[in-house]
Each structure stands twice: as C-alpha cells, then as structure tokens.
C-alpha cells in the first residue's frame, strides 16, 4: 500500500511570492490533514477534510492561506503571498475515519 | 482545548540501554499516537493506542486513560532510534475525528 504523497520536497521562494503544495493520500482514507511544523516543535492543525468538505479550518490563516480538496482524493495547499513567517515544514496525514493518521513525509518551506 | 506534556524533553543514551518516555494529557481522549520523527523528518507511526498495552518488536507502549498517561519503552537501543518522538492525543467531537494535538517531543540520541 503506498504512502502519503506530497510535493515538492523543498522549495524555496522570495516574500511576496505564491506558493502551492499538494498531497495524495492513502487510498480510501476520506479524511485528510494539513499540518504546519515550526522547528523543534510539535504539528499544529492547519485544516481537515471529511471527503471533500472542510470541517475544521479554524486554525488556517485565511488572509493568505487557502486549501482545496476537489472530489474528496488529493488536496492542495496555497500560500499567497508567502511571509518570512511562513517558513516552516508542511505536512499531510491521512486516516480513515477517526483512525490511525499517516504523515506524508512534508514539504520544506524556505521564505527569502 | 487538550494540553500535551512528554518528558524527558532530551535523552542520550549508549547504545544498548533501555528507555522510558512519558506523555501526560490533560483530559480524556479517543486516540493516542506514538510517532517517531526521523532526521529526515518522516513521521513514522509507532503505536496508536488510545488504552491498554502494546508491543512490536523492541518497541512497547502502555495507555492508562483513567490516569492520563502514556509511557514508551525501546529495549536495546540502537542509533537508528535516534530522533524525535512525539505523542499526539485526539477527542472525538460531534463532528468525528478531532485534530491530534502533539507534544513537544522527546529528543533521543543513542551513542554507538
């Protein structure tokens, strides 16, 4: 069974500039995570998705984030325009259900 | 919302030692996860283990809910251990699954 995908790995943009990241989860897993990770921390929610709907983004920043997940499978993730702050790891995690989440292996954000 | 405290926040260890890392939450919850963050920055799932006690390999957890704690033991440790481990705790809300909430992790370096 494959894994959480997502890309890119890494990227690295200058402030001000748009940013995308994207992410395939496990197949059959309906529910899906976005992730912030600041260094030496734990992740924080950013948003989840029931199939195609977003049932908790309270914690994205809407100002300048936004989030998609068109027919319920892959979802994308946008900054723009992206901030100094922004620069951090981005992770994705799928589950079935309220069952055990699985972590793709991230997107390293650098902001210049 | 939940509060998640894991100790100790570092561990050096030879190799060969055993261990024992803690995860106390603040309130009850329907989901308990161990991760293992390797230096590459994949979370890798260890354990998901809300109650009761389970083993893989040199790897075993125990959950007591009605106290609020967690412990992880690793036997024999190797330098592959080393790494980050974080706990991640979830309540199960009207709306299904609730957002983990992480620790802060335990950094662990085994020595050759």
């Known amino acids: 069974e494959a894994g959480v995908v997502q890309s890119p790995r890494y990227k690295i943009i200058e402030k001000k500039q748009p940013v995308a990241f994207w992410c395939n989860p496990i197949s059959g897993h309906n529910t899906l995570y976005w992730y912030l990770q600041n260094l030496g921390q734990g992740p924080e929610l950013l948003i989840r998705?029931?199939?195609?709907?977003?049932?908790?983004d309270s914690q994205l920043p809407k100002d300048r984030f936004s989030a998609e997940r068109l027919k319920g499978v892959d979802s994308t993730l946008k900054i723009q325009p992206a901030e100094l702050g922004d620069s951090a790891v981005y992770l994705c995690?799928?589950?079935?259900?309220?069952?055990?989440?699985?972590f793709g292996p991230g997107t390293r954000l650098t902001v210049l | 919302g939940i509060q998640v405290e894991q100790s100790p926040p570092d561990l050096i260890l030879q190799e060969g030692a055993n261990s024992t890392l803690r995860c106390n939450f603040s309130?009850?919850?329907?989901?308990l996860q161990w991760f293992h963050q390797n230096p590459w920055g994949q979370l890798i799932n260890l354990f998901y283990i809300p109650s009761g006690t389970k083993q893989n390999g040199r790897l075993s957890a125990t959950t007591v809910a009605t106290e609020r704690y967690s412990l992880l033991y690793i036997s024999s440790s190797q330098t592959t251990d080393s790494g980050v481990y974080f706990c991640?705790?979830?309540?199960?809300?009207?709306?299904?699954?609730?957002?983990?909430?992480f620790g802060q992790g335990t950094r662990l370096t085994i020595n050759p």
């Open positions: 995690a799928s589950s079935r259900n309220w069952g055990t989440q699985y």
């Open positions: 991640a705790v979830a309540r199960r809300g009207f709306q299904g699954a609730q957002k983990l909430v």
């Open positions: 998705y029931e199939n195609e709907e977003a049932v908790d």
């Open positions: 309130d009850s919850v329907n989901n």
